[in-house]
């Protein structure tokens, strides 16, 4: 199983940024995709965004295109995504995920491995 640790959430005003990180450990040769999903007060879990292990191919929600990015560190074993512009519905605990298929599904289910999660606050 793949260990997941999320970094970087806080409190930031509208139209700032936020760079969120993700470090994995454990069986991580057995990933190949990676996604950032985030629960919002009140909603269900939601897909953020996706990134493949190693061709980087990447994937959004049509919420957070060109406002987020997502990108990985192959020998560091991290994720980050890279949040500008953010807005106050942006507002939600962030999660890191993986799984060992290489589609850059937008499916909970799909995601075999969870960290904790990191709360993003944007005010108004």
């Known amino acids: 199983q793949v260990q997941l640790v999320e970094s970087g959430g806080g409190l930031v005003q509208a139209g700032g940024s936020l760079r969120l990180s993700c470090a994995a450990s454990g069986r991580t040769f057995s990933t190949n995709t990676m996604g950032w999903f985030r629960r919002a007060p009140g909603k269900e879990r939601e897909f953020v965004a996706a990134?493949?292990?190693?061709?980087?191919?990447?994937r959004y929600a049509d919420s957070v295109k060109g406002r987020f990015t997502i990108s990985r560190d192959n020998a560091k074993n991290t994720v980050d995504l890279q949040m500008n512009s953010l807005k106050t519905e942006d507002t939600a605990v962030y999660y890191c995920?993986?799984?060992?298929?290489?589609?850059?599904?937008?499916?909970?289910?799909?995601?075999?491995?969870w960290g904790q999660g990191t709360q993003v606050t944007v005010s108004s």
């Open positions: 990134i493949s292990w190693r061709l980087g191919r990447t």
């Open positions: 995920a993986a799984r060992a298929s290489l589609a850059t599904t937008t499916a909970n289910h799909e995601y075999d491995s």
